[in-house]
């Protein structure tokens, strides 16, 4: 027995005449009348009383137009899910995102948007540094992760790139350079600075050393917190200054001065990390949420905080 079959049995019972049910289903009569005769020989009774003006359905045939209604309803609710789940309106999707990236603009607000438009998908979201994120995407644990990606990434990873965040000083509110404008990098030659783990923090962790080396210094950390976020707090508690993303200036606490850099800027990179091989319609479609002026890579190497 095939859908076609309950599909004319039920165009058959509907209009109760085979001339009108061939039009309506766009074949002849006698086509119509073999696969009707054939439905019945395969259920074993017969569904159609044969009358002078048409088709009447019999009492088997009565039973069998509401199980027949219910497998075809089920069929199209099926054919439905399967064209959902092809668009990506349906289904799960893990994002791991980094402590800093959920402070940035872009970040917040494709996802936002995700669960506006795709309301029926399953969102969970992680979030870990940006070299345990990678490690889970590797594994297959997570399907996509927005990271603080280094110069070079693994060559499995497709890497859509955000804008580059510039970096800010962040300092103790009564801070001597508090008052100034601008801060030079050169400027902090002398105080103890307060940054994550180079460990979990690897490609920002060395930008950060390298800008201060280049500044003609080498910057010593006297305190370690386990995120960015985690930075301000400690520098709110004056134990240090630190250089963060500019997106953490929303974080506002007492105690706390953010100041640009005066000289070549110093800027943080942010992307949206997935496998080359991770082609599911809802990661698809939260890549292209991204902004088309956000530049596609796929590089090699390590990634940062």
Request: aromatic share 6%.
């Amino acid at each position: 027995m095939e859908l076609r079959h309950l599909r004319y049995f039920l165009v058959l019972a509907e209009t109760g005449n085979f001339t009108r049910a061939a039009a309506k289903l766009g074949i002849g009569q006698p086509p119509l009348s073999q696969q009707i005769r054939d439905l019945e020989t395969e259920v074993g009774a017969a569904l159609f009383h044969r009358v002078p003006h048409g088709a009447e359905l019999t009492a088997a045939g009565a039973a069998f137009r509401v199980e027949a209604e219910m497998a075809v309803a089920a069929a199209e609710r099926a054919k439905l899910a399967a064209q959902r789940a092809q668009r990506g309106e349906t289904g799960s999707l893990s994002l791991g995102f980094t402590a800093s990236s959920a402070f940035n603009s872009v970040v917040s607000g494709t996802i936002r948007e995700f669960r506006e438009r795709f309301p029926d998908v399953r969102l969970s979201l992680t979030e870990m540094n940006s070299n345990w994120l990678m490690e889970k995407l590797m594994r297959g644990e997570i399907d996509a992760a927005f990271i603080r990606p280094g110069l070079e990434n693994p060559k499995e990873v497709r890497l859509k790139r955000l804008a580059d965040e510039p970096m800010l000083v962040a300092l103790p509110a009564r801070h001597r350079l508090a008052a100034q404008e601008r801060v030079a990098l050169s400027d902090l030659a002398h105080e103890p600075f307060i940054l994550f783990p180079r460990t979990v923090g690897l490609s920002l962790y060395n930008d950060i050393v390298a800008a201060c080396r280049e500044a003609g210094f080498e910057l010593v950390v006297t305190q370690e917190a386990p995120q960015i976020p985690s930075v301000v707090n400690l520098v709110a508690a004056s134990l240090g200054v630190s250089i963060v993303p500019a997106a953490i200036a929303q974080i506002r606490l007492d105690g706390v001065t953010y100041r640009p850099i005066d000289g070549p800027p110093l800027m943080a990179r942010l992307g949206l990390a997935v496998l080359k091989a991770q082609r599911a319609p809802v990661t698809e479609n939260l890549m292209r949420l991204l902004s088309t002026s956000a530049a596609e890579t796929s590089e090699t190497g390590q990634t940062s905080q």
